[in-house]
């Protein structure tokens, strides 16, 4: 009979897309309560490659990530999205009627090897994870770097994104070693 192990903890990683500066600043407060202390949080970046979210968050969007300090299961991720939806629509009410989503929460997880994005769309490269959920592994670590796959988001194949990424894997490492398995 075949050997079923339990999956090493993730990092979870949350993107943050925000009408402006005192939004990021709510989403990162929120999360931090809600969710769990973030332990990296990347510089503010322009969300510039598509127009895709405009009428829903505004004209010049940012884009933060954050890293939560505690390792998660990664079986957790479809629980984690529906939390990060409902906080999206407590921001809203927070940060008032301007906007109809003033900030959108992007959940996912690094693994050693990949970067996975949770998403309520399915398509041809996602893969349902429950709870009407999807999932899709958005960049692979492969020799050192990071690498894009032929649908990642044209964001995601930034520079800025894939060092700040680097950190987090290298935080993954060091609390990984500490875990017995």
Known sequence: MWELKEPKPVKLLIGILAADEPALAAAIKMINARIGKCDLISDVWPFDKTD???NEIGENILRQFVSVKKLIAPGNL???KHKTNKLEQKLA???GPALPRPVNLD???IEPSKLVLATTKN???RIYIGKKMYAEVTLIF???TWRPLPYTYPDY???CYFDFFDKVRTQLLEQLKGIDY
């Open 52 to 54: 895709y979210y405009k």
């Open 78 to 80: 479809a629980k984690i």
């Open 93 to 95: 009410k927070q940060l």
């Open 107 to 109: 959940p996912g997880v």
């Open 123 to 125: 398509y041809s490269h």
């Open 142 to 144: 492969d020799k050192g």
């Open 157 to 159: 194949k930034q520079q």
